[in-house]
């Protein structure tokens, strides 16, 4: 069955510096990836998706994704991290049809001043 | 408008009651669904709505209850609360059936006491 795993619960950096949280996915197949983010006080919102083809994504606000199949990773990554990205953040792979989502635990996000 | 509105934002609930939450959208989109979100755990999915097609995951069947009286309202229905119960409730909703991205709203606490 498909699984993801989040690995880091917390991670603290400080605004300016670079980013990457990490995400690995068990999947048979080739997976659909996304990761999504939750703002406090907000619902989840897309923040990426990765379908198959260019192992780089793009996403809103400066945020990249690259996917490695050989890794069964999907880190997500950001040069310059500002304040407004305190957040938590989930990745997520396609489960069958109908957008089924399985999601990791989610990795909560501190920038410091 | 591309807000998910769910109702109410908190519920305490006795053990052993009957709890109903309830999700709305205004997007015309035809598949809605219910994720259980409980702390350092990943959202977990319910069930869902393909149109009028009601879709419960294996291991939450008799758990819960769903309806879906128009395209835009749809309920999670818990015939006898229990202590497992308390967690977050995510509704979310999408456009079709195939990497579609899902919109989220802002979640239901619920309390079982």
């Known amino acids: 069955a498909q699984s993801v795993t989040q690995p880091d619960a917390r991670v603290t950096v400080s605004e300016g510096a670079s980013l990457q949280l990490r995400c690995k996915y068990s999947?048979?197949?080739?997976?659909?990836l996304f990761w999504y983010v939750q703002y406090p006080r907000q619902g989840l919102q897309l923040l990426l998706k990765?379908?198959?083809?260019?192992?780089v994504v793009q996403g809103v606000n400066g945020f990249e994704a690259e996917f490695s199949k050989s890794n069964s990773s999907f880190h997500l990554r950001k040069a310059s991290v500002h304040w407004s990205d305190w957040a938590v953040y989930f990745c997520a792979v396609r489960s069958g049809s109908f957008n089924k989502l399985t999601f990791g635990a989610g990795t909560r996000l501190a920038v410091c001043p | 408008d591309t807000t998910v509105k769910q109702n109410p934002r908190y519920k305490l609930a006795r053990v052993g009651k009957p709890v109903n939450l309830i999700c709305s959208q205004t997007m015309n989109h035809d598949t809605m669904y219910w994720y259980q979100k409980k702390p350092n755990q990943a959202p977990k999915l319910l069930l869902f709505y393909y149109d009028k097609i009601l879709n419960r995951e294996a291991d939450t069947f008799e758990k819960f209850q769903s309806s879906r009286p128009n395209n835009s309202f749809c309920s999670l229905y818990i015939g006898s609360a229990g202590l497992e119960y308390s967690a977050m409730y995510l509704c979310a909703s999408s456009r079709g059936t195939a990497n579609e991205r899902l919109f989220f709203g802002h979640g239901t606490k619920l309390s079982v006491l």
């Open positions: 999947y048979f197949g080739t997976p659909y």
């Open positions: 990765y379908y198959p083809g260019d192992p």
